[in-house]
């Protein structure tokens, strides 16, 4: 299924993934309990985790690799 993402370098993309997390272009985003309607659907959204591109200097702006 498709899975809404939000914050990070992917912001607003949508990916193929469930579970409790995804990655996008080694980021990593965790599943909230929302739900934005897509589709005729509830598309849930994944938030960009805190801990991803912080420590590593980039902000959310940068890629995490
Ligand atoms: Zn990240």
């Known amino acids: 299924m498709e899975v809404l993402l939000r ?3 992917h912001d607003g993309r ?3 993934g469930g ?3 995804v990655t996008a272009g080694g980021c990593l985003y965790e599943r909230t309990g929302e739900r ?4 005729g659907r509830g598309m849930l959204v994944f938030v960009h985790r805190p801990d991803c591109c912080e420590p590593h200097g980039g902000g959310t702006e940068d890629r995490c690799e």
């Not at 934005?36 to 589709?39: A, D, H, T, Y």
């Open 14 to 16: 949508t990916v193929t």
């Open 19 to 21: 579970g409790e997390t």
């Open 36 to 39: 934005v309607p897509r589709r």
């Open 7 to 9: 914050d990070g370098p």
